[in-house]
């Protein structure tokens, strides 16, 4: 069974930073576009930035210039760096493949939460 397992998360202040891990069970996984989502309470879940396999990157305005996003095909491992987080980053992040994710990718999520 393919699993992708989000961690890193946490309670941080204003301006403050964490790293996001998302270890992917199988290398498959290497070949193929990964995203970050996050999900606000009462908002959809939404794709914030994706990384092809040859490592080329997107991002969402609302995260272009805070986020970065890379990825280390022999960990089958995706990261986000998450620098000068604001209030409404508040979430619960998740790792998929993308930009269409997959219902049987979908792992538990890390909750990433901003306040003072």
């Known amino acids: 069974q393919v699993q992708l397992v989000e961690s890193g998360g946490g309670l941080v202040q204003p301006g403050g930073s964490l790293k996001l891990s998302c270890v992917a069970s199988r290398s498959i996984f290497q070949l193929l576009t990964m995203g970050w989502y996050r999900q606000a309470p009462g908002k959809e879940r939404e794709l914030i930035t994706r990384?092809?396999?040859?490592?080329?990157?997107n991002y969402a305005d609302s995260v272009k210039g805070r986020f970065t996003i890379s990825r280390d095909n022999a960990k089958n491992t995706v990261y986000l760096q998450m620098n000068s987080l604001k209030p409404e980053d508040t979430a619960v992040y998740y790792c998929n493949v993308a930009p269409q994710p997959s219902g049987a990718y979908w792992g538990q999520g890390t909750q990433v939460s901003v306040s003072s």
């Open positions: 990384i092809t396999s040859g490592g080329t990157t």
